[in-house]
């Protein structure tokens, strides 16, 4: 346990020296939140969900699908995973880690966007901070299993941002993050449902925290992670 503590603490750290992790983790996604704060008052009768709860959901949804997935797959370039076979560490180790670091990330921007938004756009806080935070790490959990899942699929650090975008674009799109749901053709919308975003927005976004949204997060969750252990096992036995 030492050890992976140790493990996840020098990687938080280096994070913060990648120039990548910090543009996808913080400087894009506090961006877009100033940038939705200014046009606020044309958007706000188009906004189906609070703003502080949108614009943390999509910091969530690019940090868990562009951010996370080419972490690992560079992390796996790197033959970090020979390093973990040879050393006996379990493959669920490496992406273990990985999302417990992208939650912490994630819960650092939310925090940001939590403090300064009534600040600096007059917006109102959520009715509940405890709910809002604990609806935050299950999205952020539910998001990065997904995330996890992409990166033992992919090989290549080259092809991984093309292949992220298979689950980002539909995330900010089909759930009803950048415009109501409602507009979409129905097709879509039932595809934009199963996102961790669109559950995360239905479970916080209504007056009263929703059960059916937080139990599909869960199960999407350990489907995806029980999915993602099984494969990182194999990977580290090819290899």
Known sequence: MKAFINQMLIQFKMDFRDKDVVVIYYLVPLAFYLIMGVILNTLSDMMDNPFILTTTVFAITMTAYLGLPNILVKIKEKGVLKAYKVAGIPALALPLIQVIITVIH??????????????????????????????????????????????????????????????????????????????????????????????????????????????????????????????????????
């Open 106 to 239: 994630i819960l650092l921007v939310s925090i940001i966007i939590l403090l300064t938004a009534p600040l600096v756009f007059k917006v109102p806080l959520p009715q509940n901070i405890g709910l809002h935070f604990f609806g935050v790490i299950v999205i952020g959990l539910g998001s990065s299993a997904l995330g996890v899942l992409l990166s033992s699929f992919v090989k290549s650090q080259s092809s991984m941002t093309m292949y992220g975008q298979i689950l980002f674009m539909p995330s900010i799109l089909f759930t009803g993050l950048m415009f109501p749901a409602e507009f979409l053709p129905k097709p879509l919308k039932l595809i934009g449902d199963l996102f961790p975003a669109s559950l995360g927005l239905n479970m916080l976004g209504g007056e009263d925290f929703q059960i059916l949204p937080l139990s599909l997060l869960i199960l999407i969750s350990a489907i995806a992670f029980i999915i993602s252990i099984i494969l990182y096992r194999r990977i580290v036995k090819e290899n």
